[in-house]
């Protein structure tokens, strides 16, 4: 199995997505820190998924280019990019019965071919990511009896098991508890200090991101609102323009991350609702 090394670099140039006619992202410029936690954050809407989706080439786009070391994602081989590139969707579905080793199993697809079957090498990257996500004694159990949290991690080993320089994860701690959510943020903060991949999240809670990113990608209408450390972007006016609410941007005492504290909706948002309200039926 080799070590990623975070050597890949992707980026954008001028990029626009969108979903039948309507464009989503629109002319955007970036440059993905390697070797770091990239969390995309932002309004319901705003085009975080499809930000995602156009960065692992899974949506064509519109207008410009995604970069992976200065090419353009579209003129690189299928395959070649699965074997840099691992995304987790948000809603990952797997058929009934099928265990956690069969499941991160199927990770090791891109590495498959004609003249290249199964070998030491995809056995011993299956071991190591289902050790990453500690479920050696949970391999042979269904995916249908795990709990949230376990189902999420068997997911990521997968991607894992990929063994890609960049990994791409939407909203992975979706619908779990705080429990689950950390233990799933806990493991993706390891992928990077432990194994020096590039990981690029889509998060909603903003105090989260601020405590498990490097680097912050704040979008509201498909651009870019600010990009940076969260500790340098993250103030109450960039909470104001994002979301329409005041906040109090305070310091967690552990680990020394911004904390958003809401204090109410911003005073343009709730006069707009006042005078909605005060429209005619």
């Given amino acids: 199995m080799t070590t990623p090394t975070a050597a890949h670099l992707l980026g954008t140039k001028g990029l626009s997505l969108g979903h039948d006619k309507a464009i989503v992202v629109r002319e955007l410029d970036l440059d993905l820190p390697a070797g770091q ?42 395959r070649a990019i699965a074997r840099i590139i691992g995304l987790l969707p948000q809603s990952a579905t797997a058929p009934d019965g099928l265990t956690v080793r069969d499941l991160v199993r199927y990770g090791r ?17 299956v071991e190591h990511a289902l050790g990453a996500a ?41 619908a779990l508890d705080m429990g689950h959510a950390l233990e ?21 809670d903003l105090s989260t991101a601020c405590r498990y990113a490097d680097h912050m990608i704040a979008m509201r209408d498909g651009r870019v609102a600010a990009q940076g450390p969260p500790r340098e972007i993250v103030t109450p006016e960039l909470v104001r323009d994002l979301y329409g609410v005041e906040s ?15 204090v109410g909706l911003a005073r343009a948002r709730v006069d707009t609702a006042d005078a909605a309200d005060r429209q005619p039926a």
């Fill in 109 to 125: 697809q891109p590495h498959q071919g004609l003249l290249r079957q199964w070998s030491a090498a995809d056995a011993e990257a």
């Fill in 184 to 204: 799933v943020l806990e493991m993706v903060r390891g992928l990077v200090t432990g194994r020096g991949r590039t990981v690029v999240l889509v998060l909603h």
């Fill in 37 to 78: 936690v990239t969390a995309i954050v932002g309004p319901n809407g705003c085009g975080k998924s499809t930000l995602l989706g156009g960065l692992a080439r899974t949506l064509a786009p519109r207008a410009g280019a995604v970069l992976l070391d200065g090419a353009p994602l579209t003129s690189l081989p299928t």
């Fill in 248 to 262: 109090a941007i305070l310091t967690d005492p552990v680990h020394g991350t911004p904390v958003v504290c809401p």
């Fill in 134 to 174: 500690d479920l050696h004694d949970l391999a042979d159990r269904p995916l249908d009896t795990l709990s949230g949290g376990q189902r999420q991690r068997a997911w990521i080993a997968m991607a894992v098991a990929q063994d890609t320089d960049i990994l791409m994860l939407d909203e992975p701690t979706s």
